[in-house]
């Protein structure tokens, strides 16, 4: 079982996650990080989420990946 961050990213600013999540693979890891995007993009604010990256990493503070939120959000119209 692996333990993630999932810190979110722009060209503005960084949002550093404080809490450690337990995932027992890589898809399932995969399947939280596309939650925890979907969860902001979902929430009331002004934010243009398209040039923001979701960074999934370990505790040892390695990057095991990256998810750009325009990945989720999918093409404009």
């Not at 999932?6 to 450690?20: A, E, P, Q, Y």
């Amino acid at each position: 079982m692996a333990q993630l961050f999932f810190h979110c990213s722009n060209d503005d600013g960084v949002w550093i996650d404080r809490r450690l999540a337990a995932t027992s693979n890589l898809t399932e890891a995969m399947e939280q990080a596309t939650r925890v995007v979907r969860s902001l993009i979902m929430a009331p604010s002004h934010e243009d989420w398209r040039g923001w990256t979701l960074h999934a990493s370990d505790d040892f503070g390695d990057e095991v990946f990256a998810m750009p939120f325009a990945s989720v959000l999918g093409k404009s119209h």
